[in-house]
Nanobody, 123 residues
Framework: QVQLVESGGGLVQAGGSLRLSCLASGRTFRSYVMGWFRQAPGKEREFVASITSSGGTTDYADSVKGRFAISRDNAKNTVYLQMNSLKPEDTAVYYC????????????????WGQGTQVTVSS
């Protein structure tokens, strides 16, 4: 069993930056593809970014490409999401998730989820 705990959310003005962290328990973290998803009030959960187990390949939603960066430190069992040039439309609860196998944009293909961290961007 893997537990994921996100941190780093908060309130920021438009144009600002935040870095989210997701700490994983267990010794198999380095085997997982990790992803970040978000869900805004009244909207469906959407894919934000993913990274392969080695960190060699990343994937981003078009809405965040060029502004967000996903990375991981397997020695620290942690995956990060650096968010720059934040916009009010980035306001959502952000979740990290993990899965075995190939990277994916589909939330239902992820096996483990964190509890989420709120990001609020004011205009």
């Amino acid at each position: 069993q893997v537990q994921l705990v996100e941190s780093g959310g908060g309130l920021v003005q438009a144009g600002g930056s935040l870095r989210l962290s997701c700490l994983a328990s267990g010794r198999t973290f380095r085997s997982y593809v990790m992803g970040w998803f978000r869900q805004a009030p009244g909207k469906e959960r959407e894919f934000v970014a993913s990274i392969t187990s080695s960190g060699g390949t990343t994937d981003y939603a078009d809405s965040v490409k060029g502004r967000f960066a996903i990375s991981r430190d397997n020695a620290k069992n942690t995956v990060y999401l650096q968010m720059n040039s934040l916009k009010p439309e980035d306001t959502a609860v952000y979740y990290c998730a993990g899965r075995y196998g190939l990277w994916s944009r589909l939330g239902n293909e992820y096996d483990y989820w964190g509890q989420g961290t709120q990001v609020t961007v004011s205009s």
